[in-house]
């Protein structure tokens, strides 16, 4: 009989997995949604690292807007050493553009990418997917009807059946964490980071939140705790 861990993805966010029953019910799909700075992509590329490096799974991340170098660069400085997470494979939009227009002359970048999906699934074996930014995809993409698109979208991820991580901007004025409000309902799960101003004496500090605000099959609150970062190491303030 397998235990609960085994069908959870812990976040490796200090506090938060216990509040999860152990992490992300596997096969879910999470929006990861928050503005700049509040650390989305780090907290994402951090899960799989460790995912590759200590348990040896097949993941794989997209980013949609960085370079696989400036990625690497960026997450090194959180002592995410990529040389230690073996399985973990980074692809990033010049890389995709180049085999999509294989593909295509003129690609549709939804369409074109749930093919390549498909392929990296039996090449790789994917059991862990991040999707760095939907809203870089969406730039690339000549919705007809995006509602729809979305949903077939969401679909055919789901039938990767791989826990999946969707990484959404939330631009200050905007409510909704995806950019076409039908997002959160086709997730599993949303992880939400928000950035607030505090005054600290004479002086405005900066300090990050995070909250989990959906997550099907687990009972668990909806606060926001402040989100911690030192040395690498992320965990929440829930005291």
Same mark, same amino acid.
């Given at each position: ?10 976040? /490796?966010? =200090? ?5 999860? =029953? ?13 503005? $700049? ?25 997209? $980013?949609? *807007? ?10 090194? #400085? ?22 999509? *227009? #294989? ?7 939804? %369409?074109? %990418? ?5 392929? /990296?699934?039996?090449?790789? #074996? ?11 995809? /969406?730039? %690339?993409? !000549?919705? *007809?009807?995006?509602?729809? *698109?979305?949903?077939? +979208? ?16 939330? !631009? ?44 099907? =099959? ?5 606060? /926001?705790? !402040? ?6 190491? +992320? ?5």
């Amino acid at each position: 009989m397998s235990n609960e861990g085994d069908e959870r993805v812990p976040t /490796y966010v =200090g506090g938060l997995d216990e509040r999860l =029953g152990g992490g992300i019910p596997k096969g879910h799909i999470v929006l990861v949604a928050g503005p $700049s700075g509040s650390l989305k992509s780090t907290l994402v590329y951090r899960i799989l690292w460790h995912e590759a490096r200590d348990r040896n799974v097949a993941c794989l991340y997209l $980013s949609m *807007e960085q370079s696989r170098k400036a990625l690497l660069a960026h997450v090194a #400085g959180f002592g995410l050493d990529p040389a230690k997470a073996k399985t973990l494979n980074v692809i990033d939009v010049r890389a995709l553009r180049r085999e999509l *227009e #294989g593909m295509s002359n003129r690609p549709h970048w939804l %369409l074109g %990418l749930r093919q390549q999906l498909a392929r /990296y699934k039996t090449e790789l #074996g994917v059991d862990l997917l991040a999707i760095d930014s939907l809203d870089a995809l /969406y730039a %690339l993409t !000549p919705f *007809e009807n995006p509602r729809n *698109e979305i949903f077939q +979208f969401f679909e055919e991820v789901r039938d990767l059946e791989a826990t999946t991580f969707l990484i959404s901007e939330m !631009p200050g004025d905007r409510r909704t964490f995806g950019q076409y409000a039908v997002e959160e309902f086709l997730s599993d799960g949303i992880i939400h980071l928000r950035v607030k101003e505090v005054e600290v004496g004479l002086t405005t500090s900066v300090r990050r939140f995070l909250g989990v605000l959906k997550m099907r =099959g687990v009972e668990h609150d909806m606060d /926001y705790y !402040p989100l911690l970062v030192q040395k690498g190491r +992320f965990e929440i303030v829930a005291d």
